[in-house]
């Protein structure tokens, strides 16, 4: 049975889009239950200005929490520049993810930099961090809310002057869920061709239905893990309908059937989804949560 690796960025991705103030306890309620269901590579939370996204707040706290409580869990946060790189690396996380828009006006927009500039804070992070690992976001590969649909020859331009600053992991976004299935395809081969030496993750969003089948294609096409978020709670800022992250639970269904091995525990994915929707208000694009257990069944094999 192949190995998929799906990344869980709930807690990121998820959770930054809930307006209301998350207790720092019920975030890692939600964490204690990924656990449980099998998750091992989680995006925990990220370390940004508290102006920016305050329910990001407790960064540390969560960080703390994970790494005393589940040395065999490998948790990463996202950081948009070299402040948010040293608070991480300061908490004892030993991996994180940079992140960074393919289109100039998304990266000014999110994280009030050019994209030069954004370059040069993830090269500070790799000369001034040798020890940690880093997977650099590229968000808007596949189109952005100011800019419309992005090429791929500007991706690889970019992929390669991160390559040339020791970058060798990357996750390409579909940040707002316009990404189409033959763009995926040809964005994935193309990248992985070009730079056979990196690691390539997808992270897709579930804006237009299109999410498993894109996150699906990735894989198919040199993607070696994609990211999900449980229940498909999520949004975008700067894209008002746009949903969240394809649902952990969707996905891993779909793989199992499929012959691929996810070590997830489906029964545990979908109670902490309903967990989640029971204790978090927010817009969730996930299907299985909403099946009863019976029918459920009727998806298992026989
Ligand atoms: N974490 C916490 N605080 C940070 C920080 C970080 N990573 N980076 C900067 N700050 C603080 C500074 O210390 C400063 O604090 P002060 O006002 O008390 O002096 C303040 O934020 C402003 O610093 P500055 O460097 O001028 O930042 P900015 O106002 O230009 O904002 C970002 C830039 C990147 C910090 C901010 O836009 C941000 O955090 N964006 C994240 C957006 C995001 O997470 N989007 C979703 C994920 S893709
Ligand atoms: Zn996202």
New binding site residues.
């Given amino acids: 049975m192949p190995q998929v690796k799906l990344v869980e960025i709930g807690p990121r991705d998820g959770f930054?889009s809930v307006n209301e103030f998350i207790p720092t306890s019920l975030k890692t309620a939600v964490i204690d239950r990924l656990v449980e269901a099998g998750l091992r590579k989680i995006q925990i939370t990220?370390?940004?200005?508290?102006?920016?996204?305050p329910q990001m707040k407790g960064a540390r706290q969560v960080s703390e929490y994970v790494l005393t409580k589940y040395p065999a869990v490998e948790p990463f946060a996202?950081?948009?520049?070299l402040?948010?790189a040293k608070?991480a690396v300061a908490a004892g996380l030993k991996e994180i993810g940079p992140?960074m828009s393919l289109s100039e006006s998304h990266n000014m927009a999110?994280?009030?930099r050019s994209v030069e500039e954004s370059l040069e804070e993830t090269k500070a992070i790799r000369q001034q961090f040798p020890d940690t690992k880093i997977t650099q976001d590229i968000?808007t590969v596949f189109g952005c809310p100011f800019e419309g649909r992005m090429r791929v020859e500007p991706l690889l331009e970019l992929l390669g002057r991160l390559h040339a600053i020791g970058i060798r992991d990357f996750t390409l976004c579909d940040t707002i869920g316009v990404a189409y299935p033959k763009q995926v395809t040809e964005v994935f081969q193309k990248a992985t061709a070009a730079f056979p030496d990196c690691g390539f993750g997808a992270h897709i969003h579930d804006t237009r239905n299109m999410g498993i089948l894109n996150s699906y294609l990735a894989l198919q096409n040199g993607a070696s893990s994609v990211q999900t978020a449980i229940g498909g709670l999520g949004g975008c800022p700067f894209a008002p309908g746009a949903s969240g992250n394809t649902a952990t639970e969707d996905i891993s269904y779909m793989l199992e059937r499929e012959g691929y091995a996810t070590g997830l525990d489906m029964d545990k994915l979908v109670a902490t989804a309903r967990f989640l929707q029971a204790n978090v208000a927010g817009n969730y694009s996930g299907h299985h949560a909403a099946i009863s257990a019976e029918f459920r069944e009727m998806g298992m094999p026989a």
């Fill in positions: 930054q990220s370390f940004v200005s508290p102006k920016a996204i996202l950081v948009p520049n402040t948010g608070m992140v999110n994280i009030r968000a």
